[in-house]
C-alpha cells in the first residue's frame, strides 16, 4: 500500500478500536478480560499510525486519540499513553486546533505515575495557569487539575499546600457533580488523608465521618469502599491513642472485608 492509503486505514483502525474502548467505558472493570484483549489492537494502531490524523472529522479523531491514551493509561501503560496524548496534541497542531488541555492533563499524569515528580508539577502548574485564562473556573477540568495538583504535593510531602489544592477541587466538584458524587468523596478522602498526615486527626476524623455517612447511604455498610473508610478511621482512632473506638472500627473493618472477600 502507499502511505497515504497506510494512513488512510490505520485512521480508521483507531476510530474503531477507540469505539471499542468507548463501548466498555474507561471506567468499568466488569469487562476486564474483553479489554485485556484490546490492548494488542492498540499496540498496532499505534504502531501504524505513523502521522497526525488527516481526518476531516477533527472531534472525533482527537477525541479518538485521547481516549486510547486514558485507556493505556487505565492499564498503567504510561508510555503509551504519552505517546497517544502526544499524538492527539500532534493531530490539534496539524488540523489547525486549540491545544488540548486533557491531553496535556493526561501527559502530566502519566509523568506523576512514573515518578518524575518535579516535572509533572511544573507542567499541572502550567496547565492550570492557562487554563485559568481560557475557560470557566468551575469547569470540570479546572477541579481535575486542582486534585492532581494535590495529589503531586502530597507525594512531595508539602501536605499544606496539597490541602489547599485539594480544597479546590473538592470545591468544583460539589459544584459540577452534587455532595453525594464519587468525586466528592474522593475529594474528601484526599483531605482526610492529608489531615491525619499533618497530625490534624481530629479534623481528619470528622471528614472521614462525612465520606462515612455518604458511603452508607449510596453504597451499603457492607460495601468494600465504605470498609475502606471505616478501617482508616479506626487507624486515625490509634493515633488520637482512642484505643476502644480504633479496635470497634478495625474489628468492624475486618469483619466486613471477611464477608466481602
Given amino acids: 500500500l502507499s502511505q497515504p492509503d497506510k494512513q488512510r486505514l490505520a485512521e480508521k483502525a483507531v476510530l474503531v478500536v477507540a469505539g471499542a474502548v468507548s463501548k466498555m467505558g474507561l471506567d468499568s472493570q466488569s469487562n476486564w478480560i474483553t479489554s485485556r484483549q484490546l490492548l494488542p489492537h492498540v499496540a498496532s494502531c499505534e504502531k501504524n499510525l505513523g502521522h497526525p490524523f488527516q481526518n476531516n472529522e477533527p472531534f472525533r479523531s482527537t477525541r479518538a486519540l485521547l481516549m486510547l491514551g486514558q485507556f493505556c ?141 455518604r458511603k452508607e447511604a449510596a453504597l451499603g455498610k457492607g460495601n468494600s469502599s465504605t470498609l475502606e473508610t471505616v478501617m482508616n478511621m479506626g487507624v486515625v482512632y490509634g493515633h488520637c491513642q482512642q484505643y476502644d473506638d480504633a479496635l470497634s472500627f478495625l474489628q468492624r473493618a475486618l469483619s466486613g472485608k471477611e464477608q466481602c472477600w
Fill in 73 to 213: 493509561h487505565q492499564f498503567s501503560r504510561h508510555d503509551q499513553a504519552i505517546t497517544w496524548f502526544s499524538k492527539e496534541l500532534d493531530s490539534v497542531q496539524h488540523l489547525s486546533l486549540l491545544p488540548s488541555l486533557e491531553a496535556r492533563d493526561g501527559i502530566s499524569t502519566a509523568m506523576l505515575s512514573k515518578g518524575q515528580l518535579q516535572k509533572a508539577l511544573a507542567e499541572f502548574e502550567s496547565i492550570y495557569a492557562e487554563a485559568s485564562g481560557n475557560i470557566n473556573v468551575e469547569h470540570p477540568l479546572m477541579s481535575k487539575i486542582a486534585n492532581s495538583l494535590g495529589m503531586t504535593y502530597k507525594m512531595l510531602g508539602h501536605y499544606g499546600k496539597a490541602l489547599d489544592w485539594y480544597g479546590i477541587s473538592l470545591a468544583g466538584a460539589v459544584y459540577n457533580f452534587g455532595k453525594a458524587s464519587h468525586q466528592v468523596l474522593a475529594s474528601l478522602n484526599n483531605i482526610a488523608v492529608v489531615q491525619k498526615e499533618l497530625g490534624q486527626y481530629s479534623e481528619a476524623l470528622k471528614t472521614y465521618e462525612r465520606v462515612l455517612k
